[in-house]
């Protein structure tokens, strides 16, 4: 069985700040680790994905992310967001064929 | 490349009436695709697994003749709501699996049933 915990469900930021979105997650095997993101009354899209290799994923518009095995967890960050980063963000899970996904985490930036 | 095309984005039904959503593998074949329903302010729940050729793996809980879903081809899938009822309103969202690792999700669809 897998699970995703996504600690925070809003964070609130001032446009141009730096941005940590936690995940932490629980799998019995080798995982596979996604973060989306969903603006409102749209699907999902890949921000980022970490597979193998390297621990630390960069993805589009500036996000990256890092793997901690030993911790469980697969933090999304970004040194300064903009106001158009305000989204809905997902964390996700996968053994490689279905996915689990978190509750999302509300990033709203502020200007 | 790896585009999910999921129509239509919004559907306004009379309760009682069936509604088809189409969710297609534009540039890939698909054999696998998922169906989601996702509440405001929620997660993903994933309703049912798709399979290219054969019978959908429903996820407990969800009515199998209520939300029927058709994988008749590698590049589409097709959920229908049957006989809707104003607690089906949601967003219904497809995925397919290109390779490992690899979901793409389509738009998703605003179900209101009035």
């Known amino acids: 069985a897998q699970s995703v915990t996504q600690l925070d469900s809003q964070v609130p930021v001032f446009e141009e700040a730096p941005v940590e979105l936690r995940c932490n997650y629980s799998s019995s095997v080798s995982v596979y680790l996604f973060w989306y993101v969903q603006y409102p009354n749209q699907g999902l899209q890949l921000l980022l994905k970490y597979l193998s290799g390297s621990t630390l994923v960069k993805g589009i518009n500036g996000f990256e992310a890092e793997f901690n095995k030993s911790q469980t967890s697969f933090h999304l960050r970004k040194p300064s967001v903009h106001i158009s980063d305000t989204a809905e963000y997902f964390c996700a899970v996968s053994d490689g064929y279905i996915p689990t996904f978190g509750r999302g985490t509300s990033l709203i930036v502020h200007p | 490349g790896a585009v999910v095309s999921q129509h239509p984005s919004r559907v306004i039904c009379k309760s009682g009436t069936s509604v088809k959503i189409e969710c297609r593998s534009l540039d890939f074949q698909a054999t696998t695709m998922f169906w989601y329903r996702q509440f405001p302010k929620q997660s993903l729940m994933l309703m049912a697994t798709?399979?290219?050729?054969?019978?959908?793996?429903?996820e407990q809980g969800v009515e199998k003749d209520k939300f029927l879903i058709n994988h008749a081809s590698l590049t589409l899938s097709t959920l229908t709501v049957t006989s809707a009822h104003p607690e089906d309103s949601s967003f219904y969202i497809c995925?397919?699996?290109?390779?490992?690792?690899?979901?793409?999700f389509g738009s998703g669809t605003r179900l209101t049933v009035v």
């Open positions: 995925s397919a699996i290109r390779d490992v690792g690899g979901y793409t």
């Open positions: 798709s399979n290219e050729g054969s019978k959908a793996t429903y």
